[in-house]
Nanobody
Framework: QVQLVESGGGLVQAGGSLRVSCAASGRTFSFSRYTMGWFRQAPEKEREFVAAISWLGGRTVYADSVQGRFSISRVNDENTINLEMNSLKREGTAVYYC?????????????????WGQGTQVSVSS
């Protein structure tokens, strides 16, 4: 059984920074063989792609809305990924979800992700 557990959410002022993390576990889960992603879902909106990072971290993909402000990273030895969020905007208020896929393309497609965490709330105030 695979578990993805997010942490680090909270309340931050617009323009501020926050880091959310995700810890992966599972006896048969080969973390280093999965592309990891972050998605978010704001109230009354559909879940949207935020960022993804390839197996060895050599490739990262970002949504246009966060490009240049967010940074995704991973530490394979610790089975964790992080999302550094800078210059946060009010529209960044959402539940942020960690996810895992073996896909190598179309990384912004939520349907390709096999495993999901429960999410962590990020709230950005004005």
């Amino acid at each position: 059984q695979v578990q993805l557990v997010e942490s680090g959410g909270g309340l931050v002022q617009a323009g501020g920074s926050l880091r959310v993390s995700c810890a992966a576990s599972g006896r048969t889960f080969s973390f280093s063989r999965y592309t990891m992603g972050w998605f978010r879902q704001a109230p009354e909106k559909e879940r949207e792609f935020v960022a993804a990072i390839s197996w060895l971290g050599g490739r990262t993909v970002y949504a246009d809305s966060v490009q240049g402000r967010f940074s995704i990273s991973r530490v394979n030895d610790e089975n964790t990924i992080n999302l550094e969020m800078n210059s946060l905007k009010r529209e960044g208020t959402a539940v942020y979800y960690c996810s895992a896929t073996r896909a190598l393309t179309r990384l912004d497609d939520a349907a390709l992700y096999e495993f999901w965490g429960q999410g962590t709330q990020v709230s950005v105030s004005s």
